[in-house]
């Protein structure tokens, strides 16, 4: 059930120039450095500065070559909650900066480029999630890991796409549930779990511009693939239909987070892979894989988002120690709950 009269939406973030660019852009320093010295100057520091470098699976592949961890959201949450370095320097966007700021509150946090927005996370403030609360107020408020720290302190639960069917399939059969923001997953987790959910009308650009058209006849062109589908893509409600239709070969179609879809390649006997998602994961599939063929199914599926985190910008993040990444106590405490009741369900 989607709630439409609950919109405006927020403008989606622009990062055509942001701080970060403008500083590494005119410090004299960085510009006269190579990658290798600006790899070389961050190795140096980061073991001056006890830091570990957490990347995203859409990162740049010379920033995923130099982190100490690439994963999903769900994997660089846990790894943050672990990590006994003084410092994380979170290659990816701001929420998920801010996920590591509410879990490791005695930490230093740094962003490359605090700009780094999401525009999934964009789409829905805490002052709309509250007046969505008081439409329904014996619901549970499940919020996607996408959103900013206000929003989860709103929530009862937090889920990623490696768990939301998990997290959804643990609640009591008779409560309402208010699933935020992203409407693709959604619709998604409600078919999986049968369970009916208002759903707030949210969509990233990069995933909602797969396309059911994008999908059509791939099989026909690659017999001998696996298709990988991101449950943020705007095809999958119609790709689960054709599934359950025998129009897609149920053997052969698989929905995953990003980390989900790198141990399927790992593993899988299929020799290609036609990946539905932003095509940042294919540098990690293609290591992790060196034998199989990756075909992405849109080619333009880029988050900008992702890819304003550069090397001279992490460079300067260990050299400068910017930008550190807070949440105000009484914010964090509330976001921490409901992101750590779904650390303790998956
Ligand atoms: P994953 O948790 O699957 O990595 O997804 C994060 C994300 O931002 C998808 O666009
Ligand atoms: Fe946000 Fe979409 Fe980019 Fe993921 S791909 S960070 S959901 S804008």
Redesign the pocket.
């Known amino acids: 059930m989607l709630e439409t009269d609950l919109l405006p939406v927020k403008q989606r973030p622009s990062v055509a120039d942001t701080e970060a660019t403008r500083a590494v852009e005119q410090d004299e320093e960085i510009r006269n450095m190579t990658e290798e010295q600006l790899i070389e100057g961050i190795n140096r520091l980061r073991k001056e500065r006890n830091a570990v470098i957490l990347a995203h699976n859409?990162q740049l592949p010379v920033i995923q070559d130099l982190a100490d961890f690439v994963g999903d959201s769900l994997e660089l949450s846990r790894q943050a909650a672990q990590t006994d370095a003084d410092v994380i320097v979170f290659c990816g966007?701001h929420f998920m900066a801010e996920t590591a700021a509410i879990l490791c509150p005695d930490k230093k946090v740094l962003i490359p480029d605090p700009e780094a927005g999401?525009?999934?996370?964009a789409t829905v403030t805490a002052e709309q999630v509250r007046r969505w609360k008081e439409r329904h107020p014996d619901a549970i408020v499940v919020a996607y890991i996408?959103t900013t720290a206000e929003v989860k302190a709103e929530a009862d639960y937090c889920c990623t796409s490696a768990n939301a069917v998990k997290v959804i399939q643990s609640l009591p059969p008779d409560r309402e549930i208010l699933f935020l923001p992203d409407m693709f997953l959604g619709a998604y987790v409600q078919r999986m779990t049968g369970r009916r959910m208002y759903l707030w009308p949210g969509e990233?650009?990069?995933?909602a511009g797969i396309r059911p058209e994008d999908i059509q006849g791939l099989f026909d062109r690659y017999p001998d693939a696996d298709l990988l589908l991101h449950p943020?893509c705007g095809c999958i409600s119609q790709c689960m239909y054709a599934l359950a239709e025998g129009e897609l070969p149920a053997d052969r179609t698989f929905v995953y987070s990003t980390s989900g879809m790198v141990r399927h390649v790992r593993t899988s006997p299929a020799p290609t892979h036609l990946v539905a998602t932003?095509v940042g994961i294919l540098h990690r599939m293609r290591k992790e894989a060196p034998h199989k063929r990756f075909v992405p199914v849109k080619e333009d599926a880029i988050?900008e988002?992702?890819k304003t985190i550069t090397l001279p910008k992490v460079y300067r993040s260990l050299r400068d120690m910017v930008y550190e990444v807070t949440v105000p106590p009484e914010i964090a405490d509330r976001a921490r709950r409901a992101i750590e009741r779904m650390l303790e369900i998956v």
């Open positions: 859409y966007v999401c525009s999934l996370a996408n990233c650009h990069v995933h943020e932003e988050c988002y992702m």
